[in-house]
């Protein structure tokens, strides 16, 4: 049985009580009775809320499913049917949003965005610290250099593959910092005169045909050994040493490119993260408390030796003033909660679980106080800002429930209001349908609207389950409601005032080690008017933050409030399918191809508890999965079987014999347990519920099963 501390009604696992008293509540200066009564307060108080609003999402999807079981799709009857229900509801007048005090990462910069699992902490430094990265290493280790004509990669350095790296970086810098004449490739010597840069060329000496783009230097004017150069708001840092390997080979003796990268960075609690319990929940909370401290470190072997890792400091340089300025060292860290459905057995109120966003709504920002006070060394926010990324949240009461939890934590806390910004996740379908509204709720705090395509298609496929068959999976983006759902998003964003104030999103890059692709299709993002995109890795961020220096996103959104915004029909548009007369070979491709993501990635968080795996697919391509692809794939499995597109003899064939691709996919991992010949496992059979009852999961949500069936394998047995 857990161990519990008994504070007023509250039941709190001792490893959740322990670490608040020891850790938490000592570095943010807060009385134990007042924090623990107020806490209580609030679950108190706001839990009928949002246990009502949960129960207005299955009424709404109830009477939803009743609707297509009992009519053909006509889209004017079905909006007015959507507006009778509520799911509809009255547009809000115009407005623009008021939030202040925005650190200028989140208001006005445009860059790439990394999501991490907060519960790891060497992912955790490592996305923090993406905020400088190098162009030679993220070109070198990765497919935007071709292994051909002798550029493989291979164990040692490749001079030729070396080669094309610098001359790819080179070309960067020709279309980025271009000079008066010839090519960064030509220069034999770089210095500064007269606050420009000289760059000499054979017996020309050539500057920069846009001088404004230096603005600063290390090293002597004469000989610097770094060039401080700026585009779009974004820093590039030419690196020089004659001494370096590679700097000997150079003609100017230019050693590295270094980008500013990772601008903003989300550390996640939610869908990359498996957090059933205090256990886990604690892991994550710990990291999130050490770099608000600044002080979190990692150990970790590399090449026989022991190397701590931990965040990196500012950087520093003479401006062409001659003083000395500061580049921020980190990405500015924003922090995803999780959102209303779930809940969690660390804190029981009179005998029942809390809501988990309830809980992560006070303790996070009880961590986040040593940074909002500018008590710690190495600053986050330096205007006193939290941001929170609050996912799963549909339509504008949500929103404004969220909005109320953090003005009561505020109060609780003793933070100045507003201080707790909130990040609307638009990946629900009602949230969409009515973006402007939910903006509206929350426009004192809203710093960041992103289309999350993965947990919106999962929605979208549950919304419309009784309606019919949908199009295969590869064929969702192409339908019309996916192009006016991007389009809408930013389109709203701009209209509510976000350019200028707060980000405008977009998702994921699912591939993390195909990285030419997404550097030839990535552009797409800042040109629709994103000002931040996620991607998965920091060497991934690197290569998107060339697409911010070739298009110039402010610019961009000011093209875009001209234009004219998708419709709301055309977002109601269902994706199904017109002909289901696909080929019994078709069918078992899909099938397989679903089936084998699910099992790949339910297996590693059921039983190691990774909540974001790189997972083969079908074709060994890896794959970043979390539990909205999850969504998507179960989902969609469970839509076929609802309209007899496939049995449930032909899924159960076809779960077993992808289990067992999944188990070789797996065979060199020691921790791993494989799945056949029994298929009688704890994990085996999550990956089949998701299936077989995802029809009844809530909104086609993965957590509840998932949470279960963690916990059973711990052992939980509750109190």
């Known amino acids: 049985m857990t161990q519990r501390i008994q504070k007023g009604s509250f039941a709190i696992d001792k490893t959740l009580y322990d670490f608040i008293e020891q850790e938490a509540l000592p570095v943010a200066k807060l009385d134990s009775e007042s924090f623990w009564a107020n806490f209580e307060k609030i679950v108190k ?40 229900i509520g799911y509809l509801v009255p547009e809000v007048a115009d407005f623009k949003i008021s939030t202040e005090n925005v650190d200028d990462e989140i208001a006005v910069l445009a860059g790439a965005q990394l999501v991490v699992p907060v519960r790891n902490a060497r992912y955790c430094l490592n996305a923090a610290n993406a905020r400088w990265g190098s162009l030679y290493d993220a070109l070198y280790g990765f497919d935007v250099i071709p292994e051909t004509d002798g550029a493989e990669k291979g164990k040692g350095y490749n001079p030729k593959r070396g080669e094309k790296v610098i001359a790819f970086a080179k070309n960067f810098l020709d279309e980025t910092f271009a000079l008066t004449e010839g090519s960064h490739a030509d220069v034999e010597q770089y210095s500064i005169k007269d606050n420009a840069l000289q760059a000499k060329i054979g017996d020309k000496t050539v500057g920069l045909k846009n001088p404004a783009q230096l603005v600063g ?10 060039i401080v150069l700026k585009n779009n708001g974004l820093h590039a840092i030419i690196e020089i040493d004659a001494t370096s390997p590679i700097g000997q080979a150079d003609k100017a003796s230019v050693k590295d490119v270094v980008l500013e990268a990772a601008v903003t960075t989300i550390q996640d609690l939610e869908d990359s993260v498996a957090a059933v319990d205090a256990e886990e929940k604690v892991e994550g909370y710990r990291n999130w408390l050490g770099l608000m401290k600044g002080d979190l470190q990692e150990k970790l072997e590399k090449n026989g030796k ?14 062409l003033n001659g003083e000395k300025a500061h580049l921020h060292g980190r990405s500015l860290m924003l922090l995803r909660n999780v959102g209303h459905l779930m809940t969690n057995p660390a804190i029981l109120v009179d005998g029942k679980e809390i809501f988990e966003g309830m809980m992560d709504a006070m303790i996070t920002p009880l961590l986040s106080i040593v940074d909002l006070r500018g008590e710690n060394t190495l600053r986050n926010s330096r205007k006193g800002s939290m941001y929170i990324v609050k996912p799963k949240m549909h339509g504008p009461e949500e929103v404004a429930f969220a909005v109320e939890l953090f003005e009561r934590v505020e109060q609780a806390l003793g933070l100045p209001a507003k201080s707790l ?12 349908a009515n973006l402007k509204n939910c903006i509206a709720a929350a426009k004192e705090r809203v710093i960041f609207i992103n289309t999350g395509f993965m947990d919106r298609t999962g929605d979208e496929i549950h919304t419309f389950m009784e309606a019919g068959a949908f199009v295969r999976k590869g064929e969702i983006k192409a339908q019309k409601w996916f192009d006016a759902y991007e389009n809408r998003n930013v389109m709203i964003g701009l209209q509510t005032g976000l350019l200028g104030k707060a980000q405008i999103g977009k998702g994921m890059w699912p591939k993390p080690d195909m990285l030419l692709d997404m550097y030839k299709t990535k552009i797409e993002h800042p040109k629709a008017g994103a000002s931040c995109a996620w991607v998965p890795s920091p060497s991934g961020a690197v290569i998107h933050a060339i697409h911010y220096h070739q298009c110039n996103v402010a610019e961009r959104q000011q093209q875009l409030l001209t234009s004219e915004m ?5 977002l109601l548009t269902p994706p199904l399918a017109t002909e289901t007369n696909w080929t019994a070979e078709e069918i078992t491709k899909e099938l397989e191809n679903n089936c084998q993501g699910i099992l790949g990635y339910v297996v590693r968080w059921v039983d190691l508890g990774v909540g974001c795996s790189k997972v083969p697919d079908i074709n060994d391509v890896g794959l970043m999965e979390d539990r909205a692809t999850l969504r998507i794939s179960s989902q969609h499995v469970a839509n076929w079987l609802r309209h007899g597109i496939v049995s449930q003899e032909q899924v159960e064939e076809v779960l077993k014999r992808m289990a067992k691709v999944v188990d070789g996919q797996n065979a060199d991992d020691p921790l791993y347990t494989p799945m056949a010949p029994n298929f009688d496992g704890i994990a085996f059979q999550a990956a089949s519920d998701l299936i077989f009852k995802g029809v009844a999961q809530p909104s086609g949500y993965t957590e509840p099963l998932l949470h279960a069936a963690r916990l059973k394998l711990k052992g939980y047995q509750g109190d």
Do not use: C
């Open 45 to 84: 108080d706001l839990t009928p809320k949002n246990q009502a609003l949960l129960a207005k999402r299955d009424d709404i999807q109830a009477k939803i499913d009743q609707w297509h079981r009992d009519n053909s799709f006509d889209l004017e009857k079905y909006k007015a049917f959507l507006t009778e």
């Open 217 to 226: 230097l290390n090293g002597e004017a004469n000989q610097p050994t770094e």
């Open 306 to 319: 022991t190397i701590t890792r931990s965040l990196s400091q500012d950087r520093e340089y003479t401006a």
């Open 421 to 432: 910004k909130v990040g609307i996740m638009d990946e629900e379908r009602r949230t969409s």
């Open 566 to 570: 998708r419709s709301l029909d055309d």
